[in-house]
């Protein structure tokens, strides 16, 4: 189908690092369709278009298919002058084209502009779709408000809530590793698992990001998007007969039956923060370790662990998964590897060669990189996935609303504790969380299994 893309705040980070590198690279993979224009929002007269595009891949390409389109987003005026510019550009394609918007704009600005959307009419235009970045709200009540405004300009089925984590290759796997290896399947649930740690580690800081990141904090930036999205799709019932398109009410109920655990909840700061932010009386988290239950039956007893982090030893996201034994130095151990070195591995047990009988945890690994030639970004996936219609990879306003319910109950749980989030040097893990380590490779005599977080 001809399609208009409509990027608003072009000119910002998010746009010019993630959206348009990936329209270039599936330009070139030759997936867009063949009538395809952008149109760039901006709010200043004086952007150039070859300036915007200077270090970008096929910059060419990019240049050639994109327009901008100065004008005020707070103007009633504005909003008519740009859906008459609509039409024409949809006559110049032949007529018939759908129209992906792309908010690249903070929750504050997007809030106005999904309210003229939908008072000039440009919502309910042809086949128009919304594509929406987090944070979704701060808190629950913030989310349910979010979800009633746009739905009070657009249909469920218009939007697309964007959360990069669904699309990427190796989270996408965890359902096919899943529904496709019955020896899995079949040992996944609570009599055979004894704990799923869910990590994912960050080595940079907040890098420029202070005023985002003040009013954020990592339990809202990740745990409430990524980690329960993951949460969700190693914990859920498999939908029948590969209906991919049940998977997002199958995260759904998973996430309705989580509760956090009071006493597993811990937050850190990471040392230099608060100069960095400019705040010497921050409390904002940069690590959070949540531990949850599931009340499904199926995960009776088991506890769920989701930890992150900025300023850590490295940058890794793991799904770690536990398996029962009476000695826990013992337990078998799978790792869905998500990024990098994006893989799986199982930990178990050999005889180490030798007139001694030493038993020695080793690992049986898949590397996609030795299987496969490439990863696509994740963002090409969504582009693409909005474009087909398809809203499997896209978060749903009911999973929004849960995971807000999970994180509100997390911060709560801390909150009574009354005390500052505990203080961490760069590169390290806050006291009594203890990251996990490539036990795989290491004898159990040698090394005691601290694994995953105590
Ligand atoms: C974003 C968060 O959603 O995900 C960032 O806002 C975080 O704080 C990023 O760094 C991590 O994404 P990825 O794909 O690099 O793991």
Known sequence: MPTILIIVGITGDLSRRKLLPAIAEMAAAGVLPEKFEIIGITRKNDVVLHDLFEKAEHAEYLEMRTELFPMSLEETSDYMRLGAHLEEVDAALGGGAQRLWYLAVPPKTAWPIIEHLGSSGLSKARTTKLLLEKPFGVDSASAEELVAHVESSFSPEQVYRIDHYLAKETVQNIVVFRSDNPLFEHTWNGENIERIDIVASESIGIEDRAAFYEQTGALRDLIQSHLLQLAALTLMKLPKEDDLHAIPEARHALLKTLAVD??????????????????????????????????????????????????????????????????????????????????????????????????????????????FEMLPDAYERVFLDALRGDHTLFASSGEVIESWRITDAARE??????????????????????????????????????????
Do not use: M
């Open 413 to 454: 749980a801390w909150r009574v504790k009354n005390v500052p989030p505990v203080t961490y040097a760069r590169g390290s893990a806050p006291k009594g969380a203890v990251i996990a380590c490539d036990a795989c490779t290491v004898a159990p005599q040698e090394q005691p299994f601290t694994g995953i977080l105590q």
């Open 262 to 371: 009071p006493d597993g909840v811990i937050l850190g700061q990471y040392e230099g923060y608060k100069d960095e932010v400019g705040n010497p009386d921050s409390n904002v988290e940069t690590f959070a370790s949540v531990r949850l239950r599931s009340s499904d039956p199926r995960w009776k007893d088991v506890p769920i662990t989701l930890t992150t982090g900025k300023a850590l030893a490295e940058k890794k996201t793991e799904i770690i998964v536990t398996y029962r034994h009476a000695d826990t130095q013992k337990a078998n151990r799978l790792t869905l590897r998500l990024q990098p070195d994006e893989g799986v591995e199982l930990c178990f047990f050999a005889k180490r060669p030798g007139y001694d009988h030493i038993i020695e945890r080793v690992p049986l690994s898949f590397s996609y990189a030795e299987h």
